[in-house]
């Protein structure tokens, strides 16, 4: 009875073990980190997150082979307790409590590490200050199970008030009136009559690295390098963190998703968020998404623009392709269908998903065509696989149609076209940038940003940095559109003499940091460690003296923007 007992005990532990590190290992494919707490986010959308398993993952052959793997294991513990068992009858071996009783404390001691008086835990991991290296130490359970208790909203907004000075001077704040964060922005002029239309294009994983933008020997996207050319680009432009319903979440409200484990649109503490598009009055206001709008609550976040008109599945003529439904090519040409009809202006927001796992192109398609690079060309540039390059170019070939149709339409001279990437994706982007946007996965928030209206706009390249945050006051403030803004966002391009800066937060490590012209400063709010890192070759060496007196600026404006983030996720209400 006890044999049958061990065994089955023994069995389900080992299934245990191997299914938890078999996910932490798909999930450090998918996103390039160890699991934790925040992979429960998609357990709330059950329907999307099978079915993207499903399609991204040989399922079938992976349970087969977990099932053949526990029924050896189990074998094998039931063989070796009956071989131990029939030794100890034969030879009577003595049973020693003292040797198996400093054996268990010696075992019990080695999760203390070598002479510590504490156990070691998931931020020791993080102390050896290299993600290669702290990836390696961590242990998923442990690592799960600690990360747990960020899954609870946490609003702690004690020290935003203490940090007001300096995020005064960053928002460029009236100085007499104290912690007030909203200022009336009334341009000087009405320049544009007109009252353009606006279409605001989120694109799915669209990192600044893989395209033709960034120097890619690829040239994965000369279609949008083209128009990058005839339009307001901005080349140094960061998302704050990594992940769709973060980057969505950014975009609209101008706040940072700075939760640590669970997404800002999820918590109903935290999505009813006031957006400067509800200042835009007078004009028709629709989003466009390709999927279901419940997936990570993007509806909840999205209701906050008055009288929005939401196109999702079920809504379109086209049929869905896999679980984040219908084409980009098929979105694109349904939302021109309906703005074209458009007699009023209008604000539209289409978040495109397709470039992104399960890497597929629709059935049947055509019209498309893409390089074959091979293996070692597409891994010297950034790219997995060649699903994942033709996904990519695949995203071009899209945004070609969308504005070649685009320009057949009445609406077309007087629009705005804005694609800002909803996040990039870590890779080897050593053949277009320093090692250190390797080395501190840069790439991950790395996104191109364009203002496309050739009738409206002067073509320009800004240099410097800005953030995700900053797309709706930049864009109210091309428009000479009066609004209010009460968030962290800025106007990059009519504000004069503010610092370039982006901040960046990687949750799962709690790493915080700002991105400048010519530095990354990062330190984590969990251990003492702060780093300084050039991002670009001809940055001139810095003295010690200089270069903690740019640590210590860049590590207060950092706890600064994290601090207000997390007061104006509760604070910042939607104006009813």
């Known amino acids: 009875r006890n044999k049958k007992i061990w065994t089955a005990y023994l069995a389900i532990i080992s ?24 992979a429960l986010n998609f357990m709330e959308d059950p ?12 399922i079938i052959w992976i349970m087969i082979g977990l099932a053949v793997g526990i029924f050896f294991i189990s074998t094998l513990f039931r063989r070796t307790h009956g071989a131990v068992d029939a030794s100890n009858y034969w030879h009577k071996f003595e049973y020693k409590r003292r040797w198996y009783l400093a054996a268990l404390i010696l075992m019990c001691w080695f999760v203390f590490g070598f002479l510590h008086l504490k ?4 931020q020791d991991a993080y102390r050896l200050n290299d993600n290669f ?12 199970i600690t990360s747990l208790k960020q899954r609870s909203p946490d609003f702690n907004s004690s020290e ?22 909203e200022r009336n922005i009334m341009p000087n002029s009405r320049g544009l009559e007109s009252r353009p239309n606006i279409v605001l294009v989120l694109c799915e994983s669209f990192s600044m690295y893989k395209s033709s933008m960034s120097g890619n020997k690829l040239n994965s996207t000369p279609y949008f390098n083209e128009l990058c050319k005839n339009g307001v680009f901005f080349n140094h ?40 598009i509800n200042d835009f009055e007078g004009y028709r206001k629709f989003y466009f998404v390709g999927g279901r709008s419940q997936f990570n609550n993007f509806r909840g976040l999205m209701k906050n623009i008055d009288s929005i008109d939401i196109y999702e599945k079920g809504r379109y003529r086209s049929p869905d392709i896999n679980v984040w439904g219908i084409s980009d090519r098929d979105l694109f040409m349904e939302a021109g269908d309906v703005l074209k009809q458009q007699t009023k202006p209008f604000f539209a927001v289409i978040q495109t998903a397709h470039n992104h796992r399960p890497f597929m192109l629709p059935p049947g398609e055509k019209d498309f065509v893409c390089d074959k690079p091979g293996k070692e060309a597409l891994e010297e540039n950034g790219f997995e696989s060649q699903a994942e390059y033709e996904a990519f170019c695949y995203t071009d070939f899209c945004f070609k149609l969308f504005m070649e149709s685009a320009k057949q339409q009445a609406y077309f001279n007087n629009t705005i076209f804005v694609f800002i990437g909803d996040h990039g994706v870590e890779g080897e982007s050593s053949a277009v940038y320093p090692p250190a946007w390797n080395a501190q996965r840069l790439s991950d928030e790395h996104v191109p940003l364009l203002f496309y209206a050739p009738a409206l706009l002067k073509p320009a390249t800004y240099n410097y940095t800005i953030s995700q945050i900053d797309v709706l006051p930049t864009l109210a403030g091309m428009v000479h559109q009066p609004y209010t803004n009460s968030t962290l966002g800025r106007d990059v391009i009519n504000q004069q003499d503010i610092l370039h800066a982006a901040f960046i937060i990687h949750h799962d490590e709690g790493n915080i940091g700002v991105v400048t012209d010519d530095y990354y400063f990062v ?12 991002l670009r070759n001809e940055v001139p060496a810095l003295s010690n003296q200089q270069a903690d007196s740019v640590k210590k600026k860049l590590s207060e404006l950092t706890s600064a923007i994290f601090e207000t983030s997390r007061w104006m996720l509760l604070n910042n209400k939607n104006r009813e």
Not at 119 to 122: E, K, V
């Open 15 to 38: 299934f245990a073990i191997m299914f938890a590190y078999g996910a932490d290992f798909a999930n450090f494919s998918y996103n390039h980190t160890r699991i934790g707490a925040s």
């Open 47 to 58: 329907y999307e997150m099978f079915r993207m398993v499903w399609q991204s993952y040989p």
């Open 119 to 122: 156990p070691l835990t998931r």
């Open 133 to 144: 290296k702290s990836y390696l130490a961590l242990n998923p359970f442990q690592n799960f």
């Open 160 to 181: 935003a008030g203490r940090y007001y000075p300096i995020i005064s001077g960053f928002l460029q704040l009236n100085p007499s009136v104290k912690n007030n964060y």
């Open 237 to 276: 432009c960061f998302t704050p963190t990594f992940g769709t319903a973060r980057g969505l979440f950014a975009t609209i409200t101008g706040i940072p998703d700075v939760q640590m484990s669970r997404f800002s649109t999820q918590n109903a503490e935290a999505v009813n968020q006031q957006t400067i």
């Open 523 to 534: 330190k984590n709010i969990n251990i003492t460690h702060e780093e300084l890192v050039p």
